[in-house]
């Protein structure tokens, strides 16, 4: 165990004695960055201090097969992710991720079936794995409309069908 830790463990300790039904950590401390790799090695403490309750680790998952690294490796019962996710939705699909085009146009229908905020669309394909310095990643900033959104996308077809349906309804 490092000499760093024991604080954590300690915190540990008291949180789990309060009868929590499952504890997640953030592999990172809270000075650290995402560029900087997340500390699956000081999770193996954690894990074996509450050996009664499921911990689950968050830090560096963006694909399918790294879960089982990390669960290998820290011994944790599961893993949550949130950049991983952001990047691409389809990183826990057994047979690989799809292409972030795909999925993105996917979110896009699925955003105008639910009557989603245009601003909440626009902000989650901002966060997915597009380069920032293409002349696409540009026009996706400057789009106001789900217009631009399937015109840039290549679903103006779907906005003119699925507008014709909801104004129709």
Request: charged share 25%; net charge positive.
């Given at each position: 165990?490092?000499l760093e830790q024991e604080p954590t463990l300690e915190l540990v300790?008291?949180?789990?004695?309060?009868?929590?039904?499952?504890?997640?950590?953030?592999?990172?401390?809270?000075?650290?960055?995402?560029?900087?790799?997340?500390?699956?090695?000081?999770?193996?403490?954690?894990?074996?201090?509450?050996?009664?309750?499921?911990?689950?680790?968050?830090?560096?998952?963006?694909?399918?097969?790294?879960?089982?690294?990390?669960?290998?490796?820290?011994?944790?019962?599961?893993?949550?992710?949130?950049?991983?996710?952001?990047?691409?939705?389809?990183?826990?699909?057994?047979?690989?991720?799809?292409?972030?085009?795909?999925?993105?146009?996917?979110?896009?229908?699925?955003?105008?079936?639910?009557?989603?905020?245009?601003?909440?669309?626009?902000?989650?394909?901002?966060?997915?794995?597009?380069?920032?310095?293409?002349?696409?990643?540009?026009?996706?900033?400057?789009?106001?409309?789900?217009?631009?959104?399937?015109?840039?996308?290549?679903?103006?077809?779907?906005?003119?069908?699925?507008?014709?349906?909801?104004?129709?309804?």
């Open positions: 165990m490092l300790h008291r949180i789990a004695s309060t009868g929590i039904q499952a504890l997640t950590v953030h592999c990172r401390t809270k000075d650290m960055r995402p560029r900087e790799p997340a500390m699956w090695h000081r999770l193996n403490d954690i894990v074996n201090l509450v050996t009664n309750i499921p911990v689950t680790l968050n830090g560096d998952i963006f694909a399918y097969e790294t879960r089982a690294k990390a669960i290998a490796a820290t011994g944790c019962s599961s893993v949550m992710t949130a950049r991983g996710a952001q990047e691409n939705a389809s990183l826990f699909r057994k047979d690989g991720k799809l292409e972030v085009m795909e999925v993105a146009k996917a979110y896009i229908k699925k955003a105008i079936e639910v009557n989603n905020s245009i601003p909440n669309t626009k902000y989650t394909l901002m966060q997915m794995g597009f380069e920032t310095r293409t002349e696409a990643y540009q026009r996706l900033t400057r789009a106001k409309t789900y217009k631009d959104l399937c015109e840039l996308f290549g679903l103006a077809d779907y906005y003119q069908d699925e507008a014709v349906r909801i104004f129709e309804a």
